[in-house]
């Protein structure tokens, strides 16, 4: 099976601008998570999807962050207006409903802030 | 919130050892715990998931240990390799679907 994709790879932008950042899971996970991670520290929880509706956003720093996921098939989170501190890596991980399921995980979206 | 601790410190091994990596928890335990390995440059690949009552699980050279008392999880690789040189994640679940990860400990197996 594909695995989770993300896209871009890597993205370098000035203070003040506007990214998207695209994530498709693997086809039939109803899951889709958010987190990210900034330098030398854990990787946090932003959000997470079940299918197209948000299921806890309690991770989302402020409403310059804004994630959708139409059709419960792929999600973007978009940061507008981007600031220094949200330079990081940005990971996309999904799963099946089971709750022990394990999260498949993207190779993250590398967003350098300047 | 929940704070996961794991060595920030690299550990460094010798080929052929067993790794002895350390997560701890505070606050109340979790439902379960994932342990996850990370490359560089690549997100966290899933490894194994230890249930709030199993006390061990293993898999090939793997195993983890789950102990509510001390609220700590170890995970052990047996007869390291090189090819084992990651950072490895641990990953506890506490409300539904969600995970909080700590930051992870590097794992170095020399040859």
């Known amino acids: 099976e594909a695995g989770v994709t993300q896209f871009p790879s890597h993205s370098v932008i000035e203070k003040g601008q506007t990214v998207t950042l695209r994530c498709d899971p693997i086809s039939g996970h109803d899951n889709l998570y958010w987190y990210r991670r900034v330098m030398g520290k854990e990787i946090k929880f932003l959000l997470h999807f079940v299918k197209e509706s948000k299921q806890d956003e309690s991770g989302m720093p402020n409403n310059r962050f804004l994630a959708e996921r139409t059709g419960g098939t792929y999600s973007t989170l978009k940061v507008q207006p981007a600031e220094l501190e949200d330079s990081g890596v940005y990971f996309c991980a999904s799963s099946q409903r089971q709750q022990t399921a394990p999260l498949h995980f993207g190779n993250g979206t590398r967003l350098t802030v300047t | 919130s929940q704070k996961i601790e794991q060595n920030s410190e690299a550990l460094n091994i010798q080929e052929g050892k067993t790794a002895t990596l350390t997560c701890n928890y505070t606050n109340y335990s979790p439902a379960y715990l994932q342990w996850y390995r990370q490359d560089p440059g690549r997100g966290p690949v899933f490894l194994l998931l230890i249930r709030e009552n199993e006390k061990e699980k293993r898999k090939e050279r793997l195993k983890v240990t789950f102990d509510t008392t001390l609220k700590q999880s170890l995970f052990h690789i047996t007869a390291s390799q090189p090819a084992d040189s990651a950072t490895y994640l641990c990953?506890?679940?506490?409300?539904?679907?969600?995970?909080?990860f700590g930051s992870g400990t590097k794992l170095n197996v020399k040859p």
């Open positions: 990953a506890p679940l506490y409300n539904f679907n969600k995970f909080y």
